[in-house]
């Protein structure tokens, strides 16, 4: 089983500022890494797909990078909708799994 | 636009069944490999389950295979969950989604999510 680590499990933002979160797979999944943004009483959405391909409709602030075992998701110039849980997600092998979320606090 | 809409969650005492359902709509459900995940409350996103557009394939977690079963009836545009002998560790928000690749298989993102039903077991 693949093993998603991601990190910081929380941040504190302030409005505009960068947010990066990374995801460590323990094992090489290529490019088959995806990442959902989650709000409270929500169900997830999918923001970059293949590690750093935008999905319809996402804020171009949104961006994604690696390959292999290392992955990171970055917010460019944060804003107060961006207040959620990020998870990334491994489609390369079954089972398929997340990791275990980061949480990302306006301040 | 696509729709995913669950239901058949609720109170079930451990050891019962279940029978949730996932409706869709906006799209022909038979072109799409279909899923289902669930998050227990305050948790993170585990997958359950995904299931080929014409049945004929299924990828189970290892952990839940031989109590819960997936199914679809796509002349009703319908995706289904099985959930027999019921444990409190299942409790948990299900959620039904789409593969984004169509009736291919391969490594897909889920690019569509319904807002789940949730499934308490307690006595």
């Known amino acids: 089983e693949t093993v998603l680590t991601q990190s910081p499990d929380f941040q504190s933002v302030t409005p505009k500022e960068k947010v990066t979160i990374t995801c460590r797979a323990s094992?090489?999944?290529?490019?088959?890494l995806h990442w959902y943004q989650q709000k409270p009483h929500q169900s997830p959405k999918l923001l970059i797909k293949?590690?750093?391909q935008s999905f319809s409709g996402v804020p171009s602030r949104f961006s994604g990078s690696g390959s292999g075992t290392d992955f990171t998701l970055i917010i460019n110039s944060l804003e107060a909708e961006d207040a959620a849980t990020y998870y990334c997600?491994?489609?390369?092998?079954?089972?398929?799994?997340f990791g275990q979320g980061t949480k990302v606090e306006i301040k | 636009e696509v729709q995913l809409v669950e239901s058949g969650g609720g109170l079930v005492q451990p050891g019962g069944s279940l029978r949730l359902s996932c409706v869709a709509s906006?799209?022909?459900?038979?072109?799409?490999?279909m899923g289902w995940l669930r998050q227990a409350p305050g948790k993170g996103l585990e997958w359950v389950a995904n299931?080929?557009?014409?049945?004929?394939?299924?990828y189970f977690v290892d952990s839940l295979r031989g109590r819960f079963t997936i199914s679809r009836d796509n002349a009703k545009n319908s995706l289904y969950l099985q959930m027999n002998s019921l444990r409190a560790d299942d409790t948990a928000v299900y959620y039904c989604?789409?593969?984004?690749?169509?009736?291919?298989?391969?490594?897909?993102?889920?690019?569509?999510w319904g807002q789940g039903t949730l499934v308490t077991v307690s006595a």
């Open positions: 989604a789409r593969l984004e690749g169509g009736a291919a298989p391969g490594p897909f993102p889920y690019d569509s």
């Open positions: 906006g799209f022909s459900l038979s072109s799409y490999w």
């Open positions: 299931i080929k557009g014409d049945g004929s394939q299924i």
């Open positions: 094992e090489n999944i290529g490019t088959n």
């Open positions: 293949y590690a750093s």
């Open positions: 997600h491994q489609s390369n092998g079954v089972p398929w799994t």
